[in-house]
Each structure stands twice: as C-alpha cells, then as structure tokens.
C-alpha cells in the first residue's frame, strides 16, 4: 500500500496569513492527489483534485502544487472559516489512503 | 444537488451487528462507485474499500475483509455497510462517499459506538 506522510500534524496561524501543509508519499503518485477539509462533526469537503485542480466553489486562496511523491496545500490569506482538519489522500493506487490530518487553529 | 443522507447513530454490543445506510439523491447512483471511509474518534480518516454499482462487486481493503459487507438497493439508490460481530474497535464514524476517480461527495457519516 502507498503511505502518505502528512506535516505538520498540527499548525497554528494568525488571519491573514499564508499556511502551507505537505504531504509526501511512499512511491510516485502522478498527481493522483486529493487535498480535502473537514471542520468539526462535520464531513470532509473536497478541496483539490489531481494536486491542483480547484474543486467547483472552492475560494481561490486555495491552491495545490506538486508532482512524484511530494505535495503541498497552499491556503492564502487565512480566514476564520478555514480553521479545520486538512486531509490528503492518494488515489492513483488501490488501496486509497490518507495522510494522518494537519489540524489548523488559529493564533 | 448532490446528496448522500446516511443512517443515524447506533449504539451496539460487542458481537452483535448492524447495517447503515446511505440512500443518493441528485445524480444517476450507477455512474458512480460508492466508497466507504471509517474515522476512529479524534482520529484521521481510513480507507475501507467500494462497490461498484453497476455490478454490485464489492472491493474491501485489507483490513476490512472481515466481517465487513457492502451491498446495494439500486432501485433505490441506496448503498449498505454491514459489519458484523461487532468489536470495540469498531466505534467510529462510518462514511459513505460517491467517488469514481476520487471521492467528490460524501454523506454526512453514521456514529457508531461499540460498548458492552
């Protein structure tokens, strides 16, 4: 199965702010990266597909970048409505698998 | 728009069973496969396989061969989780998510607590 290595498990950032979140894989994933946000009790929201396609309705302080086995969620200019769980997830392979969440809190 | 209203919560013994729902809405249910994601509490998110819904083939990970069963009521656009001989492990919140590709929608999970 491909492992996905999430970083920072938690992160801590004022509004305004520019965030950056990585995930890296166990073996080449060509692009077949999702990025996706999950606030509390709720379920997650699909963000980023293919590491850098904007998915429909998703603020543009969005954006995803990557390639081979190293990949990054950018959030621009932080809003109170962005503190959440952050998810990556490869499925370029069967099993899918997730990256262990970077959790985003405000400072 | 686009719509997975699972089950509500369950409350269970260990070694009993049970079976939620997740019922699709907005979309033609057999043009997408529906994959089924557990997240333990204040845990991530873990991958447990999906079914195809035009063959109704199940495809679990490896974790979840056992007493795990998916199925379906294509007539009524509706997916099954199964789990049976319930462990306490198995507490967690159990999502139901529409994905071809990769997952783009997913229902709004059911809680289920395992405790004797």
């Known amino acids: 199965d491909i492992q996905m290595t999430q970083s920072p498990a938690s992160l801590s950032a004022s509004l305004g702010e520019t965030v950056t979140i990585e995930c890296r894989a166990s073996e080449d994933i060509y692009n077949g990266l999702a990025w996706y946000q999950q606030k509390p009790g709720k379920s997650p929201q699909l963000l980023i597909y293919?590491?850098?396609s904007l998915h429909t309705g998703v603020p543009s302080r969005f954006s995803g970048s990557g390639s081979g086995t190293q990949y990054s969620l950018k959030i621009n200019s932080l809003q109170s409505e962005d503190v959440a769980s952050y998810f990556c997830q490869q499925y370029y392979d069967y099993p899918w698998t997730f990256g262990g969440g970077t959790k985003l809190e405000l400072k | 728009q686009i719509q997975l209203v699972q089950s509500g919560p369950e409350l269970k013994k260990p070694g009993e069973s049970l079976k939620i729902s997740c019922k699709a809405s907005?979309?033609?249910?057999?043009?997408?496969?529906m994959q089924w994601v557990k997240q333990a509490p204040g845990k991530g998110l873990q991958y447990m396989g999906w079914i195809n819904t035009q063959t109704g083939k199940p495809t679990y990970a490896d974790d979840f061969k056992e007493r795990f069963v998916f199925s379906l009521e294509t007539s009524a656009s509706t997916a099954y989780l199964q789990i049976n001989n319930l462990k306490n492990e198995d507490t967690a919140t159990y999502f139901c998510?529409?994905?071809?590709?990769?997952?783009?929608?997913w229902g709004q999970g059911v809680m289920v607590t395992v405790s004797s």
């Open positions: 293919n590491a850098n």
């Open positions: 907005g979309y033609t249910f057999t043009d997408y496969a």
């Open positions: 998510a529409r994905g071809r590709v990769l997952i783009d929608y």
